[in-house]
C-alpha cells in the first residue's frame, strides 16, 4: 500500500493506493460506514436506445463493505455525496477497489488504531509491534500483527530451522516489536521457543523475551486465515505487552489520584490551567473524548497537543479497547499528572 497521511491531521483525509492483496484486509477494517471516498466511479449512461459506461471522478459516502479474506479486491456500497452532471446527491453507487485503485479516504475522525493499520499495510517490514512467527513442516513464516505476510524461509533439519529463523530476524525493522506469537497448525513448537528465549541477544530480541512475551499459541491451518484467528485468541494478551506503556503510566495516575491528588488535573478547565504553568508531565485522552470534539474546537485541540509535545510532555491517547479508556472517560476522557503542584 501506497500512503499519504499528512493531510489527516488539517482536512481528515488520507490518500491512498493499493498495490498487495493484504491491502484489502486493513482496507476492509479501516473503512466505516459513514466515510468518505473519492475516487473513479463507473456510470451507466443511457441515450436513446444506446447504453454506455462513463468514468467519473466522484465523492461517495460509504453505507456498505464486502470483502472476502483472500481477495485481491473489494465493493463498497454507497451514495453519491455531492451534485455532478452525470449523478444526483445520493444516488445510489458501487465502488469496486483492486490492485492499483488510488483514492481518498476521508472520516469525520481517525483513530489511532485505523492509522496503525493503515501504516502497518504500508510496509511489510516497519512498524511490526507483534511479530507471528507460523512453523510449518518444512518452512517458517513471519507475520505482522494484521496478518499480513512478511517473508518465509524453508528448511530440511532443526539446525537449518534455527539459522533460516535468525536470517528472518535478521531482515526485520524489530524498533517496534514488543510480542512474539510463536504458533503451529501441525509441527511442535517448544524446541523453537527454546531457541528464540536461549538465543534473544544475539537474534536483537532481549527486550521481548526478558517482558515474558513469547508467546505460544495453536492454529487450525497454515494460512493467513489461520494466522488471523491464532491472534484473535491471544489479542488480549498481546494487549497487555503493545500498551504495557500506557497501562503503566495509568497506573501511576490512579496512584497519584490516591497519594497525591494535588499532582493530578482532571477535566479540561484543570488541564488548562495545568498547562498554563507548565506543569503537565503525562496528558491522558480517550479516543471517545476525541471522537467527541465538535469541527470548529478540533484545530485548537490539535495545536494543543502539539503545543505540549513540543515542551516535552508525554500525550497518552487511550484506545477504546483498553480497560482504562472506559475507566477515564467516567472521570472526564483527559487528565494529567503533574510535574509539580499548582
Known amino acids: 500500500m501506497k500512503l499519504d497521511l499528512s493531510k489527516v491531521p488539517s482536512s ?21 460506514d459513514g466515510d468518505i471516498i473519492t475516487t473513479q466511479i463507473r456510470r451507466k449512461i443511457e441515450i436513446g436506445s444506446t447504453k454506455k459506461i462513463e468514468i467519473h471522478v466522484a465523492r461517495v459516502e460509504i453505507t456498505g463493505v464486502e470483502f472476502e479474506l483472500g481477495s485481491n479486491e473489494m465493493w463498497l456500497s454507497g451514495r453519491i455525496a455531492d451534485n455532478y452532471e452525470f449523478a444526483k446527491v445520493g444516488a445510489s453507487q458501487r465502488v469496486l477497489l483492486r490492485l ?6 476521508w472520516k ?9 493499520k493503515l501504516k502497518c ?17 518444512h518452512s517458517v513464516s513471519i507475520y505482522n500483527q494484521l496478518g499480513k505476510h512478511i517473508a518465509t524461509s524453508h528448511y530440511t533439519n532443526e539446525g537449518k530451522l534455527y539459522e533460516e529463523t ?8 524489530k524498533s517496534d516489536l514488543k510480542c512474539i506469537l510463536l504458533i503451529s497448525s501441525s509441527s511442535p513448537t517448544d524446541k ?5 528465549c536461549d538465543n534473544s541477544l544475539a537474534l536483537n530480541i532481549a527486550a521481548v523475551a526478558k517482558d515474558k512475551a513469547i508467546l505460544q499459541g495453536t492454529c487450525k491451518a497454515d494460512t493467513t486465515e489461520g494466522v488471523l484467528e491464532a491472534i484473535a485468541k491471544q489479542q488480549h494478551i498481546i494487549d497487555n505487552y503493545i500498551y504495557s506503556m500506557y497501562i503503566n503510566e495509568y497506573q ?25 504553568y507548565g506543569a503537565i508531565d503525562t496528558l491522558f485522552v480517550t479516543e471517545d473524548y476525541i471522537r467527541k470534539i465538535e469541527d470548529s474546537k478540533r484545530a485548537a485541540f490539535n495545536k494543543f497537543i502539539e503545543y505540549l509535545k513540543s515542551t516535552g510532555s508525554n500525550v497518552l491517547i487511550l484506545p477504546k479497547r483498553l480497560a ?19
Do not use: C, P
Request: charged letters at 30%; hydrophobic letters at 40%.
Open 121 to 137: 499495510s504500508q510496509d511489510n517490514s516497519s512498524g511490526v509491534e507483534t511479530l507471528v512467527i507460523l512453523l510449518g513442516k
Open 166 to 173: 535468525q536470517k528472518l530476524l535478521e531482515d526485520l525493522d
Open 100 to 105: 492499483g485503485s488510488k483514492f481518498e479516504l
Open 192 to 196: 523453537l521457543y527454546s531457541y528464540l
Open 324 to 342: 482504562q479508556n472506559s475507566e477515564l472517560n467516567n472521570l472526564s476522557g483527559i487528565a494529567a499528572t503533574l510535574r509539580f503542584k499548582i
Open 252 to 276: 501511576k495516575f490512579n496512584q497519584s489520584m490516591l497519594m497525591d491528588i494535588d499532582k493530578v488535573a482532571l477535566g479540561n478547565d484543570n488541564v488548562k490551567k495545568a498547562t498554563q
Open 108 to 116: 469525520h475522525e481517525w483513530t489511532s488504531e485505523e492509522i496503525e
Open 12 to 32: 481528515r483525509v488520507a490518500v491512498i493506493m493499493t498495490d498487495e492483496n493484504d491491502d484489502f484486509k486493513a482496507l476492509s477494517e479501516v473503512i466505516k
